[in-house]
């Protein structure tokens, strides 16, 4: 429980008080007077804010409290409970909104957790890698229509992908098998923010012309995130992504994330 609620990967998966909104970005210093920070929207793009706080009190495995931007105060305690945990949350409210309006959405976001966090969800493999150019160069690089076919040949020959970056668009990452059947991933680009961070949810499969979102064959991918952060080092950047996986897959991507990796660093330098 205490994982699934403050690991930005799984954060970014339950945050949200109605199926109309999500989280797009995530970030958790988990020490005193580190900061909390989530960006929520709605899926339309319509409306968004950023949610923050400063924490006050850390005590792992059991309570964290943190303070908002305006003074407000949130705790959660977390309690062995007969066949699981007990979380309880409190927050001071807020003037704009009604008592019971707010306590409907913070208690939506506890139920989302409660779902997300019962399925026992797999941490996401992590790969990185220091790379001695600016965090711009290797932001752009990496995306870079020609590159991108480069660093990612180490994964299908024939690796590209049709559609933008831009936040919100839908993508396709393809390629051909070796009897030149194409297949591959519809995904969507759930958060750009320039030369910092990207996220790309999976949402599908592609077989030739078609698109396929649900049934059976996509259930193990739909919904899986694949994320890249662009951490400036000074006179490096450090490039980590983190990414949702089966077991299936685990050691083709633990042999080809590293060499891939390595690819896009000699494109930088």
């Not at 949702?244 to 690819?263: C, H, I, M, Q, S």
Request: aromatic content about 12%; some cysteine.
């Amino acid at each position: 429980m205490w994982k699934c609620w403050n690991t930005p990967h799984h954060i970014v998966k339950w945050n949200a008080a109605s199926p109309e909104w999500h989280t797009t970005y995530a970030e958790n210093d988990l020490i005193a007077g580190g900061k909390l920070k989530s960006r929520m929207e709605a899926k339309d793009g319509s409306f968004g804010f950023d949610f923050e706080g400063i924490y006050e009190e850390i005590i792992p495995m059991q309570k964290l409290r943190y303070v908002l931007g305006d003074g407000r105060v949130v705790a959660i305690s977390f309690e062995e409970a007969a066949g699981g945990t007990w979380v309880t949350e409190s927050f001071d409210a807020e003037n704009e909104n009604s008592l019971e309006l707010q306590e409907m959405g913070w208690t939506a976001i506890l139920n989302n957790f409660k779902s997300y966090a019962e399925k026992n969800p797999s941490p996401p493999m992590t790969f990185q890698i220091e790379i001695s150019a600016p965090v711009a160069k290797v932001y752009s690089t990496m995306i870079d229509p020609n590159h991108y076919k480069t660093w990612t040949a180490v994964f299908n020959e024939t690796s590209n992908y049709k559609g933008s970056w831009d936040k919100g668009s839908t993508i396709h990452f393809i390629g051909q098998d070796p009897e030149g059947n194409v297949g591959g991933m519809v995904s969507r680009i759930k958060e750009n923010m320039a030369n910092q961070f990207i996220s790309i949810e999976h949402l599908g499969l592609i077989q030739g012309e078609e698109v396929i979102t649900e049934g059976p064959m996509v259930e193990a991918w739909s919904g899986a995130l694949e994320n890249y952060y662009f951490i400036d080092k000074g006179d490096s950047t450090l490039l980590k992504v983190e990414m949702d996986t089966n077991e299936e897959f685990k050691g083709y991507f633990e042999t080809t994330w590293p060499k891939a990796l390595e690819v896009l660093r000699d494109l930088c330098v």
